[in-house]
Structures are given as structure tokens and as C-alpha cells.
């Protein structure tokens, strides 16, 4: 970790176990620990836990005796990240709004408050790792790589990662639970969020539904034989399986159902059965892209091409792909092997071994 002995850091604090404990590290090296609350989304109902979070904050402060500044982001979270959200689902795609959450907020209205309020150093619970390589900044994955969050912050503008710590860049989640229960932190139990911050445990399709309006169509197989009726396209994801609502169908393989296509023109859900050569991908084609440092691709490529690994989702193995800068200067990105279920508007991120290079969204897709 960065030198922050007698350093003012201003850590993000969610109210979280990972948050918790990079707050007691940062004080354990000698800084000067001031902590900051955001408040993103606050609907007052059963699902949204902002005002729980924000207790749980007060809490810890309380007892490790840190200052606690609370500041609302709602207006600049539903401008900024929001609002493209139901952008990108009305269009049929698939976002990431936490990639943008992170760029937009805590890298950037988050990360100016706190130099307002003086801070030489932010802070957050990310698990990844910041690295200086003769003067420019390098992201890298962090030593969990179970919980590696490089995939939601290959989009932060790299001016906003200088004077950044990430205390958890060396420490594995089991660590940080074992060193919250020692020093006795309340919340050293506390769940891991997961999802869709602002949805919550509410169901996905009652949430999105209250913002837009659904469109009823047809469920399609492979053969334009009607199977099954949708309540709206914007409800589901390539590679799904559950929630089809398709019964037996005679002469069927009998094998599960899964979508394979979103016909947006026709309002259509196009599904197969099994394993089918239809939800694999050999490659796509990515937009909006975010570079650590420079495009890894340029039309004054030594080379007509880049070798290196893709996560087309967070969670999944890295893997081997070729990347391509075409004529109109988009990038392609060729698969080693066919990749299954890949959806558009999701992110395709890049790494060079353990470093993250950066990344794009997925606009278009190779069959």
C-alpha cells in the first residue's frame, strides 16, 4: 500500500464488510481516516436498503471513531448511469450499470467531493490492484480473483485512479472477514450485495416494468413455429433459460428451451433447444471503449493484431481472443473458440496476463 502515514484518505463507505475493514487498514498505516457515505438511490420501499447502509455506516464510525461525512448522489446517479440503464433496454440490449456507477460516481462526483473536503488520498473496498510503471498508472487484478472487480472499473477515466488506494488489493475475502470478526467490527457478518444495486431483492421484471411500458410478442423457434408469447423483449437475456413459460411441445426434443435472438423489428423472442450452434459467437464488435492507457490497437500497429484474453461477463474465465482495428476504425474481437450466450450492451473487457488493459461495449455480434 501507497505510504499514507499522517496522509488525509477519504474512504468510500458503503456500510459494508469489504469498505469496513479497508477503513481499519488505512488507519492501522498512520492515516488520517475520513469516511464518506453516498446515497445513490433512495426509494423509500421494502426492496432498497440505502437507509439501512447508511446506519450501518454511522455505526462503524462510531466505533473506530471516524469522522463520517453523508453525501446524496441521487440527481447525478440517475442522470449519468440510470437513465442510459433504461436506454440500453429499450433498445433490447443488455447493460452493466455498475461499470458506469463506478466511473461516473465513485471515480468521479464521489472522488471530486472528497478533494473538496481536502482528501490527499480515496479510498474504496474494490479488489484490484493500482500499479505505477514509470509514471503511468497500470490497473491490475487484484490477489482474490474470485472477487477481482477489475471488469467493473476498466471504464474509469485512468486521471481518476491517481492518488487512488485500493487496501484490498492484496488480501482475499476470507481475510477481510477474519479481520473484521478479530477486531470486532459489527457488520463483519454482513452480506455481500449482489445485483443490480438500485433494483435490490425486487423482482427484475416488476421493477423494470414501472419505468417501461412492456410489449407483448411471440416466441419463436429457429423455424418461425410460435412456441410460447413474451410479456415484453426488455425481460430477457441472451442464453436464458429460466422464465420462458414453455410447456411441452409436440415433436420437441425435449430438451431445455434457451433464447438465441432478440428480433426487435418484430418485437420476437427467438429461442432453441439444447446446446444449439445458435447461441455461440466467434467474435463481435465493441464501441465506447475505455483504455487504461492507450488503444492497444492503432492503425500504426507494428502488428495487424493484438493476442490477448476477453471476459465477455463478469465471472468468467479470461479467454483467448485476437483483437482488430477495421477500416471505419472499430475494433473486432475474434474468439479462439466460440463463445456461448454473449448479449449486446454488455462490456467485453481485456487483459495482458494479470493486467487489465481496458475495454468496450458489445454493439455487435459474429456469428
Known amino acids: 500500500m501507497i505510504d499514507v502515514n499522517n496522509k488525509k484518505v477519504i474512504i468510500g463507505l458503503s456500510g459494508g464488510v469489504d469498505s469496513a475493514v479497508s477503513m481499519l487498514l488505512l488507519r492501522e498505516k498512520g492515516a488520517i481516516v475520513e469516511a464518506l457515505h453516498m446515497t445513490n438511490w433512495d426509494d423509500d420501499d421494502q426492496y432498497c436498503s440505502a437507509a439501512e447502509d447508511l446506519q450501518d ?6 466505533q473506530l471513531s471516524v469522522p463520517l461525512h453523508h453525501i446524496n448522489f441521487t440527481k447525478e446517479y440517475r442522470e449519468n448511469v440510470f437513465e442510459n440503464f433504461l436506454n440500453e433496454y429499450k433498445k433490447g440490449r443488455t447493460p452493466n450499470p455498475d461499470i458506469l456507477c463506478n466511473r461516473e460516481i465513485k471515480f468521479g462526483v464521489f472522488k471530486n467531493h472528497a478533494e473538496r473536503l481536502g482528501a490527499e488520498f480515496i479510498a474504496t473496498g474494490h479488489y484490484a490492484k493500482i500499479k505505477s510503471d514509470n509514471g503511468a498508472l497500470k490497473l491490475f487484478k487484484s490477489k ?3 472477487k477481482d472487480q477489475t471488469y467493473f472499473l476498466y471504464a474509469v477515466e485512468p486521471k481518476n485512479f491517481i492518488n487512488t488506494i485500493f487496501p484490498l488489493a492484496d488480501i482475499s475475502k476470507e481475510e477481510v472477514r477474519a479481520i473484521a470478526q478479530a477486531n470486532g467490527l459489527i457488520n463483519y457478518k454482513k452480506r455481500d450485495s ?19 411500458p412492456s410489449e407483448p410478442g411471440n416466441i419463436i423457434d429457429k423455424d418461425g413455429a410460435i412456441v410460447g408469447e413474451h410479456d415484453g423483449l426488455m425481460f430477457h437475456t441472451i442464453g436464458q433459460r429460466q422464465g420462458l ?3 411441452g411441445i409436440k415433436n420437441g426434443s425435449g430438451e431445455p428451451w434457451y433464447v438465441s435472438e432478440k428480433d426487435i423489428k418484430n418485437n420476437t423472442l427467438i429461442v432453441v433447444q439444447g446446446d444449439h450452434p445458435s447461441l455461440y459467437s466467434k467474435g463481435i464488435v465493441i464501441i465506447d471503449e475505455s483504455w487504461i492507457e492507450s488503444s492497444p490497437v492503432t492503425k500504426n500497429s507494428a502488428n495487424d493484431h493484438l493476442e490477448c484474453t476477453v471476459k465477455v461477463r463478469y465471472r468468467q474465465a479470461d479467454q483467448g ?3 482488430y482495428l477495421t477500416e471505419d476504425e472499430k475494433i473486432t474481437v475474434i474468439f479462439n473458440e ?3 450466450s454473449v448479449a449486446l450492451g454488455q462490456s467485453a473487457v481485456f487483459y495482458m496476463g494479470e493486467e487489465c488493459l481496458g475495454g468496450g461495449i458489445i454493439d455487435e455480434i459474429i456469428k
Open 245 to 247: 413459460n414453455i410447456g
Open 338 to 340: 466460440p463463445q456461448r
Open 194 to 212: 449482489t445485483g443490480i444495486c438500485f433494483i435490490g431483492k425486487r423482482p427484475f421484471k416488476e421493477f423494470l416494468g414501472s419505468y417501461i
Open 144 to 146: 482474490d480473483k474470485n
Open 57 to 62: 455506516a454511522k455505526k462503524l464510525c462510531k
Open 321 to 323: 481472443c485476437k483483437l
